[in-house]
C-alpha cells in the first residue's frame, strides 16, 4: 500500500517561472508617512517604467517619496536577485497605500487642557510586472 504523502505532483510552486507574467512585490508595513500623503506620490508612479519611477522620486522632495524609493529598489532588486531579469523590462504595475496604526498622543494645553494629535502610518504594497 502506497502512501499519498509520498506521490510527487506537477503543479507549479506560486514563484513558478512558468507564469505568462511574472510579478515582483516589495511591502512595507506601518510606515511612518500618513496615507493620505503617500498616496499622493504613489499616483505619480503608478503603470510608469522602473527608470521613470527612480528618476521622478529621486528628485522629489516628499518624505513618501524618500521611502517609496526604497521599496521601489527592493521590489527591483528581488526581481534581479530571485529571476536574474533585466530591469529596463519592469514597469509599477500596482501600488496600494493602506492606512496601518494609528498612535495617539496628548500635548498639554493652557489652563491644565489637553489635546490630542494622532500619529499616522501606513502599509504600502509595490508590484512590478515585466513588459512582454
Known sequence: MSSSRSE???LPHRGST???SMRFRAKLRNAKVSSQKARLVADQIRGKQVEEALDFLSFNIQKSS???KKILESAI???EHNQGLNIDTLFVSQ???DEGLTLKRIRPRARGRADRYLK???NIALTL???N
Open 66 to 68: 524618500h521611502i517609496l
Open 95 to 97: 501600488i496600494l497605500v
Open 120 to 122: 499616522r502610518s501606513c
Open 77 to 79: 532588486a528581488n526581481a
Open 18 to 20: 512558468n507564469s505568462p
Open 129 to 131: 510586472k515585466e513588459n
Open 8 to 10: 510527487t505532483h506537477s
